[in-house]
């Protein structure tokens, strides 16, 4: 079936420090992908999205690519603030209308 | 458009109650998810609504476990008999499938049962 695996975390980084979180899913048919953040206390919102293969989303500085070839929807930022401390969940859409979620990457970022 | 509105966004109840978590979802959205998160097993899809019709009650844990929608702008999760166990945050999202958005979701209801 459908599935999505995302990095462990917690990952801490310096304020500034470049931020990678990875994403692989596998999934039968054309699924769209999703990157959601979780502040603390808060619901899900949808960070970036890409509906098919070698589009990408970008928002509020992050970036993640469709990469059909590798199965992967990698999340990266140039430069991370205090304010990005979140938990990210990588999600896939999939045609039976059920998103799929990632077990979340909590980033701590320090100042 | 206010979102999706959940309620109570805290519940704090004992063992053996019953516990009724409340959702509101976008106005026109034609589906309706429950979530359950909980730092063990992350984020979980319950059961999915279709035009207020139960669709894939699958992730629902156990019979305790009940939801309805009535009609198309409310839906509730109902937990009877509650356990210590069931203590996580419950997310309702919802979702317009031909404008092919992402899924919009609630603020969640923290629940604790003691």
């Known amino acids: 079936g459908n599935s999505v695996t995302q990095m462990e975390g917690p990952v801490t980084l310096s304020e500034e420090a470049f931020l990678t979180i990875n994403c692989t899913y596998t999934?039968?048919?054309?699924?769209?992908l999703f990157w959601y953040v979780q502040y603390p206390g808060e619901g899900l919102q949808l960070l970036l999205k890409a509906t098919k293969a070698d589009d990408k989303g970008s928002n509020k500085g992050f970036e993640a690519t469709y990469r059909k070839e590798t199965t992967s929807f990698h999340l990266e930022k140039g430069s991370v603030q205090v304010s990005d401390s979140a938990v990210y969940f990588c999600?896939?859409?999939?045609?039976?209308?059920?998103?799929?979620f990632g077990t979340g990457t909590r980033l701590k970022v320090l100042a | 458009d206010a979102g999706v509105i959940q309620s109570p966004r805290h519940e704090v109840t004992e063992m053996g109650q019953e516990v009724t978590l409340r959702c509101k979802p976008i106005s026109g959205h034609d589906y309706l998810f429950w979530y359950r998160q909980t730092m063990m097993r992350g984020l979980e899809l319950l059961i999915y609504f279709n035009n207020n019709v139960p669709i894939d009650d699958s992730g629902m844990p156990e019979d305790r476990f009940s939801a309805k929608m009535p009609n198309a702008s409310f839906s509730t999760l109902k937990i009877q008999p509650s356990e210590p166990r069931d203590s996580a945050v419950y997310f309702c999202?919802?979702?317009?499938?031909?404008?092919?958005?992402?899924?919009?979701f609630g603020q969640g209801t923290r629940l604790t049962v003691v």
């Open positions: 999934a039968t048919g054309y699924p769209s």
């Open positions: 999600a896939l859409g999939s045609g039976t209308y059920k998103y799929i």
């Open positions: 999202a919802s979702w317009d499938r031909g404008r092919n958005t992402e899924a919009f």
